[in-house]
């Protein structure tokens, strides 16, 4: 069950609660090492149950990595860091991968550098998040394509939705 806070409920310091697991799901905290996590101590986030997607269609690899089986019962491998307060409640605290979220949506920064490179003319390419006042932002750097930013945004624009597009691009003689 999820949490919910409204716009008129005093937040509580710290992070906020996501909630519990919904009826049929369990959710485990695993430790780097692959042990269960105390409460209160930060790990990724695994979750149990009976019924998930079978994957992510097209992409086989990061299917086996997140969806696996353990004596009949599917578990998805989220990639949030999280941990569970001693109420059983869990806190979302970060990422395990590069995932960032912008807008509201998650994003892989590798993904934009790929869509960077399909540009032509560009050969290579990075893509990171800063924080800002308002939230992430994604800034992107570049080596070769025709050397106009503004041309390479309207490529990206033609590739990505909108949010993903990076907030600043810039061209570099290559990338360090």
Do not use: N
């Amino acid at each position: 069950a999820r949490h919910e806070y409204r716009p008129s409920d005093a937040l509580p310091a710290g992070f906020l609660a996501a909630g519990s697991p919904p009826t049929g799901k369990s959710i485990d905290i695993v430790l780097a090492d692959g042990s269960l996590a105390r409460p209160g101590e930060v790990g990724q986030i695994r979750v149990t149950g009976d019924c998930f997607s079978d994957g992510y269609l097209g992409l086989p690899d990061q299917t086996d990595a997140r969806f696996t089986t353990d004596a009949g019962r599917l578990r998805y491998w989220t990639g949030d860091l999280g941990r569970i307060d001693a109420h059983g409640l869990l806190h979302l605290v970060g990422r395990v991968d590069d995932a960032v979220k912008i807008r509201g949506y998650q994003v892989e920064p590798a993904e934009v550098e790929g869509a960077l490179r399909a540009v032509p003319g560009v050969t290579d390419a990075f893509v990171t998040s800063r924080s800002t006042d308002t939230g992430a932002e994604l800034v992107a750097f570049y080596a070769g394509g025709p050397g106009d930013d503004t041309a390479v945004r309207r490529a990206l624009r033609q590739s990505l939705p909108e949010w993903m597009v990076p907030t600043v691009i810039t061209a570099l003689p290559a990338i360090p």
